[in-house]
């Protein structure tokens, strides 16, 4: 099976990784879709996200990382996938994300949507959280790989 894992992952956090790595183990290919989205501020550029997470899951053999803009439907045409993940925290996120599954559905009948629910440590994890804890100097290092630590105060200094 092959599967597309689409999101902004600005920063990619524990979370994003906890769902790739779980993804990663019952697809034969998945493809980690970085969205270019130009109407979205984003800490890190497309290519930053890139080699992020290139470099989180360079030990994932069947693990893909590329950039997508527009409708996902329109890209898991391209790639010849019709399996999306999407990873649940809460009852919110599902509301949203069974609504964007229906929509995929109807625009491409073919797209079905697996959904993963995060882990407990993982629950409370969001990229806006961690860029929030960030611009206020606070210790977000339990919500992200160690990779990226750095590279995220470097952002949040240069925008400061």
Known sequence: MKAIYPGSFDPTTNGHLDVIKRASNFCDELIVAVLDNSSK????????RLEHLKLLTRDMSNVIVLSFSGLL????KK????IVIRGLRALTD????????LTNRKLSSEIETIFIP???EQLYVS??????????G????????????EEIHK???EIN
């Open 41 to 48: 501020n984003c800490l890190f550029t497309v290519s930053e």
């Open 73 to 76: 439907v329109e890209f898991a």
């Open 79 to 82: 790639e010849k996938v019709n």
């Open 94 to 101: 599902f509301e949203y994300e069974f609504q964007m599954a």
């Open 118 to 120: 995060t882990s407990l």
């Open 127 to 136: 990229s806006s959280v961690v860029k929030e804890i960030a611009k206020f």
């Open 138 to 149: 606070g210790d977000f290092s339990k919500l992200v790989p160690p990779q990226l630590e």
């Open 155 to 157: 952002k949040i200094k």
